[in-house]
């Protein structure tokens, strides 16, 4: 992948650390963006292979993300972008972690017409990892393939949630209130700060943040790519996920090896 590599100043490890995500402009150029665009048309209108595709055209779960999983293992243009080092790296340095590993892509489209909003939720309730004891763990990067804001689906965050723990995970068709479960009570929502973008900038969010996205209410799919990286050492827990079923991992085992390599 082309391209200059982009360093976190200190700045931007300090709100991260503090506040569980943060806002990183340009970190593709015009030109790879034009490339992954172009990648993303492809793998989301290929079918079979080894990436999953969550839902069906039409269905209540593509109204809210009409979304693959694991497009690296099926395209070779993703993989160029999710497993080269430069965005392991990034958020490495925003962790502190000492070694960071993939665990999965996520190519997202907020479709037009009948758009959903993505509710309030923690993504880390839903990956079969064994809680270390560490407030951070597991992180994404989400990449912007087009303009985002308020109109077509872009995130809001509430800074500071990523240290509230032990939460369930969120049906994100039917949900509930997220800020109603028992220990969320330190959470507030008034102080989300939405995260406008232009295409080719990043967030990167803890885990355990809290995030949204609004609904899509342009004529035009909002194009993003999402990348899941977790600490180097983390175990397996056992749980349900497409990405580890039939994996033949068992609870206690690292999550490693060629499906889950080392980036950074």
Known sequence: MSGKSVKATEEQVGFYRENGFVQMDHVLSQEELEELRGYMDEVMNTEGGKAVQTDQQGGAYSKVLNQKVNTWRDHGGMGKFILRNRFAELGKQLTGFSGVRLFHDHALLKMPGDSKPTPWH????????????????????????????????????VPKSQKIKNLKGVDLVSPEDIFGQEGASNADRNTAVIVRMKAGSCTFHDGMTFHYAHANNTPKPRRALAIIFFEDGVKFSGGNHLVTDGSGLVAGDNLAGPLFPRLA
Not at 125 to 154: H, T
């Open 122 to 157: 923690q993504d880390r309730p839903y990956w079969p990892m064994v809680d270390n004891g560490k407030p951070l763990q597991a992180f994404s990067i989400w990449i912007a393939l087009d303009d985002v804001d308020e109109n077509n689906g872009c995130m809001m965050f």
